[in-house]
């Protein structure tokens, strides 16, 4: 059975349904709590897939270049927050894009979301909202990770919640930009694309130089400051460093994120609504 042949009924598969009722609701919590299930149960998989890259990358560029002199002292404790950052963002990017690709193509799944009592912008909204979970494990398992591995790394207690907050924002921001990829790009292209997008993303995102550093390479800094990930790795140093780097403005980076957010969000989910009622 395909989406188009189910029979319109309010709530299920429709978009017409109340998204604020008690049923929508359970049916919402109840698909996320499925999701959460299969995560249990692949969980060695899912994190060895979201930390082998950025464990490297904090290993070599934090801890190797500055012990054999290629890198300052100080450039470890830069690097944490961007790596952070830069594991939340694109984790959430990828667990949402990749899923969706898969379930509109290979695995069809989706045609089972589309039977549950549930709008299909909810349907949307659910996907995006696992997508962003799974990047925010991805950013905060990083922390005590980096600081176990880097050498004269030190956060203050006090700015925890407010990482918890920027890594959650963050996420969403990637889940967004996730949905748009997984709905538009092809499931053939999808390997290419993942393969053209992903390095330029996680190099032009600030995630191992402070933005504001860039001031010399103008081009560059134009360029990075047009990545959502740029915000993410610069709110999170103006957390954890706020006397010894400068930063973009925390409520700068805090509007841009909530901007991304909604603007990626809008045109995911209208591309979902256009994959599943083809």
């Known amino acids: 059975m395909t989406a188009t042949t189910l029979t319109p009924q309010p709530g299920i598969g429709t978009g017409t349904g109340q998204a ?116 925010i494990i991805a950013g905060l398992v990083m922390i005590p990770i980096g600081l176990l591995i880097l050498d004269g790394v030190r956060w203050d207690v006090a700015a925890l919640p407010g990482v918890a907050g920027v890594v959650a924002l963050g996420s969403l921001a990637g889940a967004a930009v996730g949905m748009v990829l997984g709905t538009i790009v092809p499931p053939r292209h999808i390997n290419l694309v993942f393969t053209i997008l992903l390095v330029p993303l996680i190099f032009t995102g600030s995630g191992q130089f402070p933005w504001l550093s860039l001031s010399g390479l103008r081009w560059f800094q134009v360029i990075c400051a047009a990545n959502p990930l740029t915000y993410v790795s610069e709110a999170l140093r103006r957390l954890v460093m706020p006397t010894q780097v400068q930063s973009i403005p925390l409520w700068i980076s805090l509007v841009v994120m909530v901007a991304a957010t909604v603007l990626f969000g809008i045109f995911g989910i209208r591309g979902f609504l256009k994959r599943a009622l083809d």
């Open 20 to 135: 604020g009722s008690p049923g929508q609701a359970r049916a919402f919590f109840a698909v996320l709590g499925r999701d959460f299930f299969v995560t249990g149960r692949e969980l060695l998989p899912f994190l060895a897939q979201m930390l082998i890259q950025p464990l490297f990358l904090l290993f070599i560029f934090g801890k190797v270049l500055s012990q054999i002199g290629y890198a300052g002292a100080g450039y470890a404790q830069i690097l944490l927050p961007g790596m952070v950052a830069m594991n939340a963002f694109t984790g959430a990017l990828q667990n949402t894009a990749l899923p969706l690709v898969l379930d509109f193509s290979v695995t069809r799944e989706i045609e089972d979301r589309l039977l549950a009592p549930l709008s299909i912008r909810l349907v949307a909204v659910e996907k995006m909202l696992f997508g962003a979970i799974r990047g």
